[in-house]
């Protein structure tokens, strides 16, 4: 049991592995504690998969795409049973919003929000499964060819902890929908609402093994899924140095085919002609959404100069108006960082800034002497050779600066290694039409900003990462094209 | 005059999948004797439902037709009236079509998030799921066709395809194109509008799920005119989609005949697209109503002839019970029937005495008992062709193997009938004729059977018979036909696009082609300025 502020408790259900269709303790019989970020308290422990918990996964997974149903059903049947996940996903929607908020400090008028629309999700993936059309080929011989998209295989999906269950599904529904199946390794720090969703997953109908669950470490449990030479696709959303290393031990291992959706240091570009009041809005929501914890975080907010008095006046007051506090409280807007490391990262950051002589208008310092709560801090006179331009900070940490010209803020918003996504707020149609191809980045804003939907695809460019989640573009992920050949006689036409 | 014509040929057509083993089922039916329901004929089974559906569904509301008149709907069973329905004229087609042009261009429903459109045809689906038998058993009541197979067929099939329009209401994409210059191009696909549907009355409810599917999927609001014939499903269905939370005026269902109802509809000046399914004669007609008021598009989905090939190395067994099923199914009132049974001479001798044994088993009866396989035509107009076509067939020579003759003298049951050494002049190798009668032809060679095949005016399908892949690879590409069933027969997928060549028709339902008949492609220009690539 594990108490909220309010006084009521929430019973742990599910802590152990889910390997082929049952809750299973891990191999070594070791466990690990999960966090109650508003506390440092501990919530649950938990079962720590190591190798051999991953081996029997994998097997587990193999065994199910090699000869069990999943595959073989038509991508009709598929659907229904996913579209009944989304049903059972509907009627616990509170039991699994506090999950998240409780493991991952998340405010929970969020969290009711995020669960329905990860059941939305699977609605989409449902409707997408008997929609994966191959293609019919013109031939410059006498030939007929077709192509065939065919399910990769075992895919191995490695979810961070900041939306424990957006990224679950935008990686487990489009690989379903395809026919695969999968291990899927949550963040050591958020691993309860997936070990619930594997719970829901079996009451709907998946047969057992295609979903395989097994909370643990990444150099541990991470690390075993990417040199796995059984599976045959990694699926990796986390920190760009970590990409790295799933990448290599995916090309040392069996050169399993890889997506990565990594770092960001997402610019937002505020032109004279936006309404500063909205555009103050939006930059802000734009850092300090799900504490800053986002990978498109707005991390970069370029102003004009001809309007930029006045949206930072605006800017930092209603930064100082943001209500930080214990996430389950309704008018709270702004949890604890997820654990201790990122809040003494985010912090060292700030430090940082101060002393490469950024100007910080307000925040700075953490709040409180329990938990992992930070004050919204947003820095002026940011340069670009500066860190805190440079690195994601992944915390509520604004780095705001003045430009001149449109060509100077391309150049600006480009001078990154990151290329996740981009702001833009202006009402001059060229202005946001020449910006949006300018922007090297995979999702461009233009006067909104968080905007994720299931229909519209998401991915990086440069360090950011490669292969897109959401959209019919995700299903590509986990099919692989085969082209089919025969000669073809006496046809009346080529 | 066009509208007269209408009359009696508005409505019809189309088949669907079922039997996809049809050895099992010939099985689970064996032990049954040939016409052994023909005494049931006269001791008909009750149907176990009410029929709470009568009128017009205008705007979200039950309504009587403006001139208060009805007409009845039948028992094809025993020819008797089962309930007197809302007969539509011009009048009640401006009701409804102002219901839905209000509702297109001020109501919720193109507004909408698709997300929140698939819900609801999502909701739709589980409704009907839950009054299947009902459902059911009201199509055969009215229809006539065997009711396990409008239960475990045509239903299941009617909810996997508002599942599967559920799913593209919310995967509809424009596209991005490149200029030449600096231009900024965006396709986007919008709705049509106001959709006029004409169904007819040989698979009521799917004919009604191909239709109205796509249209709702894609934002359009509807006017359905049912077949006469068998106005009752889609009414009650109709229902059931405004339970599930269908905005009033979005869809609109309009009873009647094709002269004072069907043609009013084609002819609206406010209606901005028109599918009709049906048969051929009155496609031309529906095509030149079009023409002639707005030129609204069409989508046409009329008749065939459809030749069903068994070359020399098919399996012999396999390929009788497939072309009997073809042929057969649904009591022959199938548009792509495999009304052509080709076979090739060196296996035709052995084929034509199995054919003949099968259709002489084959069990017909009261719809509502089990293991019937075919029940009574639709109505006496349908079944006295048929009778002429038989006639027509003997008096060109062709040989009778079996059949030939009504059953009983109550309803419009009539003998499973195969005629042999069958030639392309004859009328019966010609013509639609929609009903039990089997033509089978004999061909030498691929050549032959090519050219045979193709000399129709029809283009709706056909079946081949082959294990050797070149020869189903040169088939597949020779026969002008929408579709081609390689060993298989009247599989009819959700995804799988249906329609015909030349006169059969013009363009595709179900699949993703189905939605291009409802919606507009519009594409938007505007310059760019330094653009960083085009």
Not at chain 1, 193 to 213: E, M, Q, R
Request: proline residues 5%; glycine residues 8%; contains cysteine.
């Amino acid at each position: 049991m594990a108490s909220l502020s309010n006084g009521h408790s929430i019973d742990i259900k599910f802590t152990k592995l889910f390997i082929n269709g049952q809750f299973v303790d891990s191999v070594s019989g070791k466990t690990f504690e999960t966090i109650d970020p508003r506390t440092g308290d501990v919530i649950a422990s938990v079962a720590e998969a190591t190798k051999e918990d991953v081996d029997s996964a994998v097997q587990a997974a193999r065994h199910a795409f090699d000869s069990g149903p999943w595959p073989r059903m038509s991508g009709a049947e598929r659907g229904r049973i996913l579209m009944k996940w989304a049903d059972l996903i509907d009627q616990h929607t509170e039991e699994i919003a506090a999950l998240d908020t409780m493991d991952a400090g998340k405010l929970f008028q969020y969290c009711k929000m995020e669960v329905p629309s990860v059941a939305n999700m699977l609605r989409y993936y449902a409707g997408a499964a008997d929609k994966i059309h191959g293609e019919v080929l013109k031939t410059a011989g006498k030939f007929h060819a077709y192509t065939l998209l065919e399910p990769i295989g075992v895919v191995g999906h490695i979810i961070p902890w900041n939306f424990p269950s957006t990224l679950f599904f935008n990686k487990v529904s489009p690989s379903l929908a395809a026919g695969c199946t999968m291990v899927v390794k949550p963040a050591e720090q958020t691993p309860l609402s997936a070990l619930f969703y594997a719970h829901l997953a079996k009451l709907a109908g998946i047969p057992d093994g295609v979903l395989n669950v097994v909370p643990g470490f990444g150099k541990i449990a991470g690390s075993a899924v990417c040199s796995h030479m059984d599976i045959d696709k990694i699926s990796f959303t986390g920190s760009t140095q970590t990409g790295r290393e799933v990448m290599q031990a995916a090309a040392k291992s069996n050169l399993k085919q890889v997506s990565l959706e990594l770092g960001g240091k997402s610019p937002i570009i505020i032109f004279d002609d936006a309404d500063v009041d909205t555009a103050s809005q939006l930059a802000l929501i734009g850092i300090l959404f799900n504490k800053g914890e986002v990978c498109v975080a707005g991390s970069r907010v370029f102003v004009q100069e001809g309007i930029y008095d006045e949206f930072e006046k605006k800017l930092v007051e209603k930064a100082k108006a943001w209500v930080v506090g214990d996430p389950f409280e309704p008018n709270v807007q702004q949890g604890p960082q997820v654990d201790k490391r990122q809040f003494e990262k985010i912090l060292s950051y700030i430090e940082h800034g101060k002393r490469e002589g950024a100007t910080l208008l307000t925040g700075g310092k953490a709040i409180g002497n329990k938990g992992y709560y930070i004050e919204p801090t947003i820095f002026a006179n940011v340069k670009e050779d500066m860190l805190i331009a440079k690195d994601e900070i992944f915390g509520p940490v604004m780095a705001l600066s003045k430009f001149k010209t449109m060509e100077e803020a391309i150049e600006r918003a480009n001078n990154t290694t990151y290329g996740l996504a981009a702001g833009i707020v202006t009402k001059n149609i060229d202005i946001a039409n020449t910006v949006s191809r300018s922007v090297r980045a995979g999702m461009i804003w233009v006067n909104c900003y968080f905007i994720f939907e299931h229909d519209i695809p998401f991915g990086g460019y440069k360090a950011s990462g490669f292969g897109k989640d959401y959209g019919m573009e995700a299903l590509h992920k986990y099919l692989q094209v085969k082209s089919v050949v025969t000669p073809i006689y006496n046809s009346p036409w080529h | 005059m066009a509208a007269r014509r209408l009359s009696s040929l508005v409505s019809r057509s189309l088949a669907s999948s079922l039997l996809q083993s049809p050895g099992r089922t010939c099985g689970r039916w064996s032990n049954l004797s040939r016409f052994s329901t023909a005494a049931a004929v006269q001791e008909l089974i009750t149907p176990q439902v009410q029929i709470s559906y009568t009128q017009h569904l205008i705007n979200g509301k039950f309504v009587d037709a403006a001139s208060g008149k009805t007409f009845p709907a039948y028992d094809p069973r025993s020819g008797e009236v089962i309930a007197y329905v809302a007969e539509g004229d011009a009048e009640d087609i401006n009701r409804a079509v102002s219901a839905a042009r209000k509702a297109f261009d001020e109501g919720p429903w193109p507004k909408m998030t698709a997300y929140e459109r698939s819900r609801i045809l999502l909701r739709f689906a589980d409704l009907v799921e839950k009054h299947s038998n009902e459902l059911a058993a009201l199509e055969t009541w009215n229809n006539g066709k065997p009711f396990e197979q409008a239960l475990m067929s045509e239903l299941p099939m009617f909810v996997r395809l508002f599942h599967y329009y559920a799913g593209w209401a919310d995967k509809i994409h424009g596209l991005t194109v490149p200029g030449d210059g600096n231009y900024h191009i965006q396709v986007l696909h919008e709705p049509i509008g106001v959709a006029g549907q004409i169904i007819p009355w040989n698979f009521p409810l799917l004919m009604f799920a191909w239709k109205v599917g796509p249209a709702l999927a894609c934002g359009n609001t509807i006017v359905l005119k049912t077949a006469e014939q068998t106005p009752l499903t889609a009414l009650y269905v109709a229902q059931l989609l405004h339970e599930a939370g269908l905005p009033p005026g979005v869809l609109n269902v309009v009873s009647g005949y094709g002269p004072t109802a069907g043609a009013p509809l084609v002819a609206h000046m406010d209606v901005d697209k028109l599918a009709f399914t049906g048969s051929t004669e009155t496609g031309k007609v529906v095509l030149e109503l079009a023409a002639r008021s707005n030129l609204k598009p069409v989508t046409l989905e009329l008749g065939g002839k459809s030749p069903f090939i068994v070359f020399d190395d098919a399996d012999v067994d396999k390929a009788v019970e497939l072309a009997h099923f073809a042929l057969f199914f649904n009591q022959g009132q199938c548009c792509c029937a495999g009304s052509r049974t080709f076979v090739h001479e060196r296996i035709y001798d052995e084929f034509l005495e199995k054919a003949k044994a099968r259709a002489m088993r084959r069990i017909v009866g009261d719809p509502f008992k089990k293991g019937v396989e075919q029940g009574p035509q639709i109505d006496v107009e349908q079944f006295e062709k048929v009778l002429r076509y038989i006639r027509s067939g003997k008096e060109s020579n062709a040989t009778l193997e079996c059949g030939g003759a009504r059953i009983g003298s109550k309803g419009f049951f009539i003998e499973p009938t195969v005629f042999s050494n069958v030639k392309d002049d004859m009328l019966i190798a010609q013509d639609e004729i929609f009903g039990p009668v089997q033509s089978i032809l004999k061909f030498k060679d691929i050549d032959e059977v090519i050219k045979r095949a193709n000399e129709t005016r029809y283009g709706l399908a056909a079946g081949v018979f082959t294990k050797n892949g070149d020869t189903a690879n040169r088939m597949m590409r020779a026969l002008k036909v929408g579709t081609v069933w390689i060993n298989c027969f009247d599989v009819f997928d959700a995804a799988i696009p249906f329609g015909g060549y030349k006169m059969s028709g013009i363009g595709r339902e179900k699949g993703i082609y189905s939605l291009n008949n409802y919606l507009q492609v519009k594409a938007v220009v505007s310059p760019l300025k330094n653009p960083a690539w085009i």
